[in-house]
C-alpha cells in the first residue's frame, strides 16, 4: 500500500540541471522526513539531501550549492533539483522517507541519472 515512485532520471552533460520528483502514496505525507540517497555501483549508498516535517534541509559537502531539496505537502510530493552536474553526479537515486512518530522507513525503486557529453 506505500508506494515511493521517483521520476526523471536520465541522460544530462555535464554543467546542466535536472529535477528528480518523488510521489508518495499511503503515507501521512506531512509527517515524514523526506531525503534523496544515491548509489553508483561499487559505492556505497550516501545521503544527498534531507528536508524534514518541518522544510529544514541539509546537504552533504559534494552537493552543496549544486543541489535543492523541496517538498510540496498538498501534492505529497518531494524533489530534487540539481545544478551544475558533474560526472561524479551519476548514480541510482533513490527516495526514501521516515517517520520519527511511527519509527516507519520507506524507499523507492530509484532512478538512474547519468551525467556524461
Known amino acids: 500500500q506505500v508506494q515511493l515512485l521517483e521520476s526523471g532520471g536520465g541522460l544530462v552533460q555535464p554543467g546542466g540541471s535536472l529535477t528528480l520528483s518523488c510521489t508518495t502514496s499511503?503515507?501521512?505525507?506531512?509527517?515524514?522526513?523526506m531525503s534523496w540517497y544515491r548509489q553508483s555501483p561499487g559505492k556505497q549508498r550516501d545521503l544527498v539531501a534531507t528536508?524534514?516535517?518541518?522544510?529544514?534541509?541539509n546537504y552533504p559537502d559534494p552537493v552543496k550549492g549544486r543541489f535543492t531539496i523541496s517538498r510540496d505537502n498538498a501534492k505529497e510530493t518531494a524533489y530534487l533539483h540539481m545544478n551544475s552536474l558533474k560526472d561524479e553526479d551519476t548514480a541510482v537515486y533513490y527516495c526514501?522517507?521516515?517517520?520519527?512518530?511511527?519509527?516507519?522507513?520507506?524507499w523507492g525503486k530509484g532512478t538512474l541519472v547519468t551525467v556524461s557529453s
Open positions: 528536508v524534514t516535517s518541518r522544510s529544514t534541509t
Open positions: 526514501n522517507a521516515f517517520s520519527a512518530l511511527s519509527g516507519m522507513e520507506y
Open positions: 499511503g503515507i501521512i505525507f506531512g509527517e515524514h522526513a
